[in-house]
Nanobody, 121 residues
Framework: QVQLRESGGGLVQPGGSLRLSCAAS????????MAWYRQAPGQQRELVAG???????NYADSVKGRFTISRDNDKKTMYLQMNSLKPEDTAVYYC???????????????WGQGTLVTVSS
């Protein structure tokens, strides 16, 4: 099985910063996709930032210029640096990896349990 462990969420004032981490473990043969999503109460889950297969990045317009996605391939860990946080950034943040499990030829989507980010004064 594949497990994703998220950390770094918490309470922060508007204008503050947080860094989220997502570490993968388990029987992973390869990782061919990584992304961060978020979901506010009563809202649909939305893509925040992600890597494409060629290593390029994409961001939601609402976070562009404020958030930065990065990764450490050796540690199988993905990060999201969030600066200039706004109350509307309040949501549960989820990491998503597209992985090939050892012993299989198929790609699967793995999700973390989510970490809550609250931006409030």
């Amino acid at each position: 099985q594949v497990q994703l462990r998220e950390s770094g969420g918490g309470l922060v004032q508007p204008g503050g910063s947080l860094r989220l981490s997502c570490a993968a473990s388990g029987s992973i043969f390869s990782i061919n996709g990584m992304a961060w999503y978020r979901q506010a109460p009563g809202q649909q889950r939305e893509l925040v930032a992600g890597f494409t297969r060629d290593g390029s990045t994409n961001y939601a317009d609402s976070v562009k210029g404020r958030f930065t996605i990065s990764r450490d391939n050796d540690k199988k860990t993905m990060y999201l640096q969030m600066n200039s946080l706004k109350p509307e950034d309040t949501a549960v943040y989820y990491c998503n990896y597209r992985v090939v499990v050892r012993g299989t030829w198929n790609t699967m989507s793995a999700w973390g349990q989510g970490t809550l980010v609250t931006v409030s004064s």
